[in-house]
């Protein structure tokens, strides 16, 4: 199983987890191949040239896949052929403000963005902050370069920036510190998680931006295309099978992950949804990945 | 914060954490002392089989690697001249030059003390900072980055002393080179070529291990025999010698390891830029710079003490914020969450032990390393007696596995070559190599502090010279720059009176 990014990142720790679950299931070995670099362009060319024998499967990031498929005319793999056997997690993404911002709400958000351009930290400027800022109509600029979600925490917390978008996940950790607060969730509805946790976010769909609900973050499980189609099914089911068994469950309840386990059909149908989403802001995507 | 202290320590009573800590510092040591195959890569092995353990037991084994690696590195580096890890490169200049001198002991034994004791200035520096280490965190924007890489950049026309335009060539080039991929500054791509190998850039551990590991041993071939040409004195008073050198050597030593802390502390810097600034600080001030690069004891001080103290230093933003504080640290925090301890903002209000874990780990993996480290030093330092066609070999076989298996990407083990044969020419011409490592390692770095303060500034420059962090900065590059000419025109005014 090829993972598109370093060992000890959050991609290879779900793979390696996942991993003696699925040999379980599909009674062999599954080992992981660490095949970094280029954002995980790197690591699915890989898995666009490796035999389509069922033997090598992908962890993938499925945004960053569809994303650069759409800008570039030039990359090693096409999106659409690629077997899109499950999605294992998916993370929603979410606007936040320091704590101690005088912003509470989007209408704050365009208000300011009047007096003054909205300074949004990131690594650089993805999807998620070009689509969002644009469709709402945010007057904005960019702080780049940042390593980590961390680092771009950070940068709100030192005053460098004054929002960003990341995923609910690695935020909830800052609201709860104290740190950070939520202002707008990308996604057809709230998200239960965070209601459970109290904090009340309205959704794009509540606030009218319908156009930003696909804006999410899935991990999926890839096969290189011409996979023969009896082969691929029984992965498929052998994940579905993984995502719910008791040892696996048992690390995602302790380090509270956030999985969504989707089947084939419905993964290929999130693949599409990203295209859709995305398509029509190929030019002002094009300004910040390719210049 | 005392049920804490108890909570991690109590862990050390159990005769199975102590192994798995020992266990770990072995690896450590090993994985350090092999040139080629560093820190990293011995705990990303070691990462998986820490699975099913208790979480503190696995952090004790992680960080039992972590401490003991640089100690390590420092081993091959002395007798080598071939850094066991990055941050020992400066360990090479002088202490190479000792063991050709047949005080390999005594280099050895000056490392293994400065490294146990500028780590536990490191750990103390830590411990002291746990309640305020979010301010201290905070306290680091863009500005004070920028101008701490360019303290780092200014320093590099001090170390080719004697050729300083060869120097800044060099440095020059090293810029360039790091200026190589995708460019979250520009929003493109420079310099690739349209190959996707050099979206990332040029990758740390292929560029290092072939300026440094691959280099020195075409150089070896080139010219055969030993290291030592006479019979090396492997006494073990060589090495107690060592030691004491240390405390004769009190403010270097705790200059430097101050200077390794600090670094430490602001993220994506590295243990390479600590151990450089504070040798070129060392030589800076001294008041005989013409010894160092030829055997001078404190140039050793100077690097190993603070290549150690920066892993304390580099556990405050860690604790803080959950940034990794070095690449090591990034992978411990992988480890954390393997483990079901999220690294974030309440990492200390919620796992208080861990940061204790962290310390006494820290602590007693450095103490271990060195002990051992002196107990073998005199036997150790035969070493560079056997024939060079024996070592090379070996280097070259460990260099290229250790690039290869980094991540798997055979291009890497290319560049690792191409570094080697660059790093090579390089040295026999006279090109300072740890000119273009700086220039490498810092010219993204500042462009990155320059770009995002003005971003952040929406492009008003004065954001640079009115933040007190940024201004002590400066004052203290501008002291740096001058301090020979003061030492000259002290020097005068003695020689007058």
């Known amino acids: ?291 | 914060m005392l049920e804490a202290i108890v909570s991690a320590a109590s862990n050390l009573l159990d005769i199975q954490v102590v192994l798995t800590l020992l266990l770990g510092v072995t690896i450590g040591m090993i994985f350090g002392a092999l040139p080629g195959v560093g820190g990293m890569l011995a705990m990303v092995i070691a990462l998986p089989f820490t699975f099913g353990w208790e979480p503190s037991t696995a952090i004790y084994f992680l960080i039992g690697i972590m401490g003991s690696v640089t100690f390590a590195g420092s081993i091959p580096a002395i007798l080598l001249n071939t850094p066991g890890t990055g941050p020992n490169v400066c360990t090479c200049f002088d202490g190479y030059p000792m063991t050709k001198k047949g005080q390999g002991g005594k280099a050895l034994g000056m490392s293994a003390t400065a490294s146990a004791l500028g780590a536990l200035f490191g750990v103390f520096i830590l411990m002291l900072c746990i309640p305020f280490t979010r301010a201290i965190v905070l306290a680091f924007s863009a500005p004070e980055f920028f101008w701490l890489v360019m303290f780092g950049l200014v320093s590099v026309a001090f170390a080719a002393r004697g050729n300083m335009i060869k120097g800044l060539f060099t440095a020059g080039l090293g810029i360039l080179i790091s200026l190589i991929g995708y460019s979250p500054a520009i929003l493109a791509m420079r310099f690739t070529g349209g190959s996707w190998y050099l979206f990332d850039g040029l990758p740390l551990i292929p560029v290092l291990v072939g300026l440094f590991a691959v280099s020195e041993m075409i150089s070896y071939s080139s010219k055969g025999g030993t290291i030592v040409k006479d019979k090396v004195p492997g006494k073990l008073s060589g090495v107690f010698d060592g030691v004491k050198e240390v405390f004769r050597h009190k403010i270097t030593f705790f200059r430097s390891a101050a200077i390794g802390t600090g670094i430490g502390i602001i993220p994506g810097i590295g243990g390479v830029v600590a151990s450089f600034l504070a040798y070129s600080t060392a030589m800076q001030s001294s008041k005989h710079p013409e010894t160092y690069g030829k055997g001078e004891p404190e140039g050793i001080i100077a690097s190993e003490a603070a290549n150690d103290a920066k892993d304390g230093g580099a556990l405050i933003p860690t604790l803080a914020f959950g940034i990794p504080g070095s690449p090591m640290m990034a992978i411990l925090l992988g480890a954390f969450l393997l483990h079901g301890i999220v690294p974030g903002p309440q990492l200390l209000e919620k796992n208080l032990d861990i940061a204790w874990i962290l310390i006494f780990g820290l602590v007693i993996a450095n103490i271990l390393t060195s002990t051992v480290g002196l107990s073998i030093a005199s036997y150790l330092a035969k070493l560079a007696t056997i024939r060079v066609v024996y070592i090379t070999p070996i280097v070259l076989l460990l260099s290229t596995s250790g690039t290869y298996l980094y991540r798997g990407n055979i291009w890497d083990v290319v560049l690792m070559m191409i570094a080697g044969v660059l790093g090579y020419t390089m040295k026999k011409y006279g090109f300072p190599v740890i000119c273009l490592v700086m220039g490498y390692l810092l010219g993204i770095l500042a462009e990155k502090g320059f770009q995002q303060t003005l971003q952040s500034s929406y492009g008003d420059y004065s954001v640079f010279f009115t933040r007190p962090i940024s201004i002590v900065l400066i004052v203290l590059m501008v002291i740096l720059i001058s301090l020979p000419v003061i030492n000259v025109f002290r020097s005068k005014r003695r020689n007058i009176s």
């Open chain 1, 1 to 291: 199983m090829i993972v598109h990014y370093n060992a000890g990142g959050s991609f290879d720790t779900a793979a390696r987890v996942m991993a003696p679950v699925l040999g379980k299931y599909l009674g062999t070995d599954v080992v992981i191949k660490n095949v970094p670099g280029s954002s995980g362009v790197v690591g699915a060319a890989e898995l666009w040239g490796s035999g389509a024998d069922g033997y090598t499967i992908g962890y993938m990031n499925l945004v960053n896949l569809v994303l650069f498929d759409l800008v570039f005319d030039d990359m090693p793999f096409e999106v659409e052929e690629f077997l899109w056997l499950n999605q294992i997690m998916s993370s929603k993404y979410i606007l936040s403000v320091p704590l101690d911002s005088p912003i509470n709400t989007v209408e704050d958000l365009i208000a300011a963005s009047k007096i003054k351009p909205i300074r949004l930290s990131c690594s650089d400027p993805g999807a998620e902050e070009v689509l969002s800022m644009n469709a709402i109509g945010i007057d904005h600029t960019y702080v780049t370069g940042f390593a980590s979600n961390v680092e771009i925490v950070t940068a709100c917390l030192k005053g460098d920036a004054d929002a960003m978008i990341q995923p609910t996940t690695t935020m909830l950790d800052w609201y709860d510190s104290g740190d950070m607060k939520p202002i707008l969730l990308f996604g057809w509805e709230k998200d239960p998680f965070l209601t459970s946790k109290g904090y009340d976010v309205p959704s794009s769909a509540d606030l009218g931006y319908s156009d930003l609900n696909p804006i999410s973050g899935p991990r999926v499980i890839a096969a290189p295309p011409g996979t023969p189609a009896h082969i691929a099914k029984a992965i498929e089911e052998a994940f579905l099978k993984t995502l719910a068994d008791p040892e696996f469950m048992e690390w995602v309840t302790e380090t509270d992950q956030l999985i969504a386990p989707k089947n084939s059909a419905e993964t290929t149908k999130i693949m599409s949804d990203l295209q859709n989403s995305y398509g029509p802001w190929k030019e002002e995507l094009a300004k910040y990945i390719t210049n």
